[in-house]
């Protein structure tokens, strides 16, 4: 019987290595980061901080202390609003009922504590937030109408009402114990700043560390799947709505205390910032992705940018172009990106 021999191409040596003759290149620490991740969570931080830095040299008057503490204090009324709305939009959705829920709950806030009922002014106002957002959740989440429809429709009936019940006046208390609230500082930072942090804290523990906050961000992704998998996806979308008055609310508390005053056509535009102001953030429209530590920054850098506006002498109606310009190429910079972590 004659012996078979076989010889070895190079091909077939090379596929016959041993473990020991493979070379592994090291992988760089640098490739093991998740750039997206890490922009998410602190890009919007770093372009603040930057904008501040450069601000502090070309700005004037901007390193002043007290026009400091000024950007604080004005970012914290829409930065509370959008702490709220940052969760709704996390489910795809939006509020647009918010600005005309802040007139009539400031007007409800300054109305009674008029009367000497401070803390009975702020349960109810509270409470009145959380009644108009349980309305829309129920509208949206059990009956299955759209959000679009159904807080737009809110927007002119609450607006209207509010028209209605005070004649198209304001009300207005100018009493210590409630001015204080809203321009006072605790221990040289504004109080309003103070109740922000505290609400984003809150808003962040209930997204990272509650079933609650497991749900949204799961039935943002998608809703069919998170369904399928148990999540109570109609509970958890009117939960959201009543969280965005709440907070609505307690931003109207503020500003109110601040102006001393509070009536119909309280804050033009308030629910866009709100919006503007979580998606600048990080927050994907579609939902399912965004990071509370975005939408703070995203409050102060915003406010920051009108603060600059401002001391440049910008016309009111210029502001508004440049405002909505940065935005849009905010916003275009992070759908580039999202569509390339998409294709990565």
């Excluded at 702020?122 to 409470?127: G, Q």
């Excluded at 523990?205 to 949204?216: M, N």
């Excluded at 001393?260 to 629910?271: H, I, M, R, S």
């Excluded at 506006?309 to 910008?314: E, F, I, K, V, Y």
Aim: proline share 3%; aromatic share 10%; charged share 10%.
């Amino acid at each position: 019987m004659s012996e078979t021999k076989h010889v070895l191409s190079k091909d077939d040596e090379s596929t016959t290595n041993t473990p020991e003759h493979v070379v592994v290149q090291p992988r760089s620490r640098l490739g093991n980061i998740r750039w997206d991740i890490l922009w998410e969570r602190y890009g919007i931080a770093a372009i603040l901080l930057v904008t501040w830095l450069l601000s502090y040299f070309l700005v004037p008057d901007f390193s002043n202390i007290d026009n400091f503490t000024e950007i604080l204090r004005q970012s914290s009324f829409v930065g509370i609003a959008a702490v709220g709305m940052m969760i709704v939009i996390l489910l795809g959705s939006f509020d647009l009922s918010i600005g005309s829920t802040l007139a009539l709950c400031a007007w409800l806030t300054v109305t009674i504590a008029g009367q000497h009922q401070l803390l009975w002014a702020f349960a109810a106002t509270l409470l009145l937030g959380c009644f108009i957002g349980a309305i829309n959740g129920v509208l949206i989440a059990f009956l299955r109408i759209p959000a679009f429809i159904v807080t737009l429709s809110m927007l002119f009936i609450i607006s209207g009402y509010t028209y209605v019940i005070t004649g198209g006046n304001s009300a207005l208390y100018t009493g210590q114990e409630f001015t204080q609230i809203g321009g006072g500082n605790l221990l040289g930072v504004p109080i309003p700043f103070v109740v922000f942090m505290l609400c984003a804290l809150l808003g962040a523990a209930l997204l990272r560390y509650t079933s609650f906050g497991r749900h949204v961000y799961a039935a943002g992704s998608n809703a069919v799947a998170a369904r399928i998998a148990g999540v109570p996806v109609r509970r958890t979308q009117f939960y959201a709505f009543v969280l965005v008055g709440f907070f609505t609310a307690g931003a109207a508390i503020l500003l109110a205390s601040r102006l001393y005053t509070a009536g119909p056509g309280l804050e033009p535009d308030f629910e866009l910032n709100a919006i503007a102001t979580v998606v600048l953030g990080g927050t994907r429209l579609s939902g399912g992705r965004g990071s509370m530590s975005g939408t703070f920054a995203a409050a102060l850098l915003f406010t920051t940018i009108s603060n600059i506006l401002d001391l440049l002498s910008m016309d009111a109606f210029v502001q508004r172009v440049i405002v909505g310009l940065v935005l849009l190429i905010a916003l275009s910079i992070e759908g580039v990106r999202a569509r390339m972590a998409e294709r990565a």
